[in-house]
């Protein structure tokens, strides 16, 4: 009995033993997998700021381009100068404010068409009376 107790005695203080070893090893690894993530995070973080770096320098170089290759020059000549000064004098802006601004349309003024099934168009007939019952 004696040597029974020392046996289990022995493998307590083994498993003592081994779960010191285990709770140190787990510290390890979970530090090691902090700093790696930390790792992590700061590549992610560095390569969102190159991306982002490099994006607002294409928007740059694109706005450099589309202001030197795609600029209008206009010129307005002496004479449009003049008729753009006789049109907007302050004698003729009581006169202008009543007329549209817009051309008139030329309206024509048409009979109804009634078209058949087959999309020819029926004609009208003058003595024709509708009835509708809902």
Known sequence: MERAMGYVGDFAEKAEDYQKVTEKGMKEDAKEAREKAKTEQENAIQKRREEREEQEKRIA????EDTDTNTDTVRIIESGKAALREKTSPDQAGKDSSKSTQA????????PVIYTNTGESAGTDPHAAFSISV
């Not at 170089?61 to 450099?64: D, G």
């Not at 008139?104 to 009979?111: D, F, L, M």
């Open 61 to 64: 170089e694109s706005q450099n």
């Open 104 to 111: 008139p349309v030329n309206v024509i003024k048409r009979e």
